[in-house]
């Protein structure tokens, strides 16, 4: 059965240091987002990723965020600057399609686990 | 603003019996779906079941099934015949259909489900 992967499954980095979190989709999906899950919350929205551009972005998806799609299959997620706050535990999802058509579902990864010394 | 709400942080049930999570959204659009999802202790997101707000059954998946009351905005979550394997966070999850927030999912806290040998 397809499946979303994600690499690594744990990021260990020291405050003020990038790091990438990477995502391969299931491969005839279109539509792609991150998500996060601080330790013991709940899992909040950061970015949609559509037709090669973002299509939303929550509050969280600050300047310090961004998203790539850099070849046919891809996804990352890079954090310019970590900081203490951005340990959490990272979901990428991709569905076949948007909101508007019914049932769309989105597909979880794994998640990699980041943490900030 | 969509909004989800899990009344229970933990539930227990006993092995083969039947449990319910309680699932409550708070939305005033006519279009949107409800999600289901698993999260073992593992960390990983499993999608459990779907209910778009036009479909007149309730949706089953196996042993899941939800109990869509519409006019009481619940969303809950049956699951029959519980296994030991069933023991994980259960959240919640909504998106609209139209317009807005077009893609990302509003989660719930969760519940913690423990299933008794």
């Known amino acids: 059965e397809p499946e979303v992967t994600q690499t690594p499954s744990h990021q260990v980095t020291q405050m003020g240091q990038e790091v990438i979190l990477r995502c391969v989709p299931i491969?005839?999906?279109?539509?792609f987002y991150w998500y996060r899950q601080i330790l013991g919350q709940k899992v909040e929205f950061l970015v949609s990723?559509?037709?090669?551009?973002?299509?939303?972005k929550s509050e969280i998806f600050d300047d310090q965020f961004s998203v790539e799609r850099p070849d046919g299959s891809n996804f990352t997620l890079k954090i310019r600057s970590t900081k203490l706050e951005d340990s959490a535990m990272y979901f990428c999802?991709?569905?076949?399609?948007?909101?508007?058509?019914?049932?769309?579902?989105?597909?979880f990864g794994a998640g990699t686990r980041l943490s900030v010394l | 603003a969509q909004k989800i709400t899990q009344t229970q942080p933990g539930m227990f049930v006993q092995e083969k019996e039947a449990v319910t999570l309680d699932c409550t959204y708070d939305?005033?659009?006519?279009?949107?779906?409800l999600f289901w999802y698993k999260q073992p202790s593992s960390g990983e997101m499993i999608f459990l079941i779907y209910?778009?707000?036009?479909?007149?059954q309730n949706a089953t998946e196996g042993r899941y099934s939800l109990n869509f009351q519409k006019a009481r905005k619940s969303a809950n979550l049956v699951i029959s015949a519980s296994q030991l394997g069933d023991s994980a966070m259960y959240f919640c999850?909504?998106?609209?259909?139209?317009?807005?927030?077009?893609?990302?999912?509003?989660f719930g806290k969760g519940t913690k489900l423990s299933v008794k040998p």
């Open positions: 999802a991709s569905s076949e399609s948007g909101a508007r058509k019914f049932g769309n579902i989105q597909y």
């Open positions: 491969s005839n999906h279109l539509y």
């Open positions: 999850a909504s998106r609209l259909n139209y317009g807005g927030s077009q893609g990302n999912l509003i």
């Open positions: 209910q778009g707000s036009y479909d007149e």
């Open positions: 990723f559509y037709n090669n551009e973002i299509s939303e």
């Open positions: 939305t005033s659009d006519q279009s949107y779906g």
